[in-house]
């Protein structure tokens, strides 16, 4: 089984049509899809700055944004079915659909994962990787990736994915690989690939 993470900065762009049929056509049965916070992230951070609350208070407002987002992506695409829990997952990839994780409801009090800006959208999508038993982890950023691998120190001292996905994808099982936005012509054949997919940059954790 994968797991999907389309980031919210593909929110503005037009290839993100493309990635939600992409899914939806080849992923039904084996992909859940977990959104990123995009521009309802955005203003959580935007309210933050405005008000001064705490943290743990936006990293509970930004989870919600997640929700927000999963549920604008089902809007969006036939065959995307909201799932705002296990079960929901379960049944949905049963019934040879895509399910799109809410994490609202399901993360909750989760004692493993820290509550402020250290934790984004690819710490809850690995957090979900683990804890569904899934196989691979696909990040989908709005950044182009050269060569077969890239280090994880490099993605996090980039700013490109955050502080905490290091500790959550170290010791979770699965394989971990990156994408530029304009890779979904590559989905179909990534999905059938035993490991690292052909085309896709492998995430070197060490």
Do not use: N
């Not at 203003?43 to 989870?63: E, I, L, N, P, S």
């Not at 502080?163 to 990156?178: L, M, N, T, W």
């Amino acid at each position: 089984m994968w797991v999907v993470k389309l980031g919210g900065s593909l929110y503005a762009a037009s290839v993100l049509r493309d990635w939600l049929a992409a899914v939806a056509g080849r992923g039904g049965g084996r992909v859940v899809l977990a959104p990123g916070g995009g521009p309802f992230a955005d203003q959580v951070r935007a309210a933050q700055k405005a008000w001064g609350f705490d943290d743990a208070t936006a990293h509970r407002m930004a989870v919600c944004a997640v929700d927000q987002y999963g549920w604008m992506l089902c809007g969006m695409q036939p065959g995307l079915v909201p799932a705002p829990s296990l079960a929901d997952i379960q049944g949905a990839l049963a019934g040879g659909q895509v399910p799109v994780w809410l994490p609202g409801a399901m993360l909750g009090e989760e004692p493993g994962l820290a509550r402020d800006w250290s934790v984004t959208s690819d710490t809850l999508a690995a957090w979900l990787a683990g804890h569904f038993g899934a196989a691979h982890l696909l990040l989908v950023k709005s950044v182009a990736f050269d060569g077969d691998t890239v280090r994880l120190s490099h993605l996090v001292r980039e700013g490109i994915v955050d502080p905490a996905f290091a500790d959550q994808i170290r010791d979770g099982g699965f394989h971990v690989c990156v994408a530029g936005r304009d890779e979904h012509l590559r989905l179909g054949s990534w999905l059938i690939a035993a490991t690292t997919p052909p085309g896709a940059c492998r995430v070197l954790v060490r």
